[in-house]
């Protein structure tokens, strides 16, 4: 059974730029959920993918935007980058409508911003 | 809305010690409770879940939570902590339905020999 795996694993962009890091769910799931997780906090919710339409929300902003694909994989999409958008950003899948509510969580992808 | 509180940002014990981390919840719905495991430069990996079944909940490497609804708590305790045990552990809820997880701070556990 594969893990949740996450790419890249490093990554550093400028202020402005745009990024995007890739997610591939666990074997069997179908659900897809992205945290970012700020240096010395726990993880924040951003958004939740199942059957490619998103399903969930958390606050932040639409510059935010995530895709997910026939095969479960999964993209975070973050446009115009700020200092702030520096984080750990975690990939964590589920199967959804099995009562399981159990999410297995990628290594993460840390994200610094200059 | 619901929400953790994790008291204690740092717990220090020494090796064979009782560990105890502190969760207190906030849900107006019956939530579904989980405790999460940070390794250094790691994802988090999961130890125990309660789901609305028994209150007693045994998770892996030795770790267990009580859910005390009168209380509102869901502290995570192991009789006898050891060195592996280091790291950063996170109390987190569930509405249930989207599976999304709202997440406490965090609490630092260092183990000294």
Redesign the interface.
Known sequence: ETGVTQSPTHLIKTRGQQVTLRCSSQSGHNTVSWYQQALGQGPQFIFQYYREEENGRGNFPPRFSGLQFPNYSSELNVNALELDDSALYLCASSLSGTRSYEQYFGPGTRLTVT | AQSVTQLGSHVSVSEGALVLLRCNYSSSVPP?L?W?VQYPN?????LL?Y?SAATLVKGINGFEAEFKKSETSFHLTKPSAHMSDAAEY?C?V?P?K?????????TRLQVFP
């Open positions: 579904y989980f999460y790691q994802g988090l990996q999961l879940k789901t996170f987190a569930s249930g989207s599976d999304k997880l709202i997440f406490g701070t965090g």
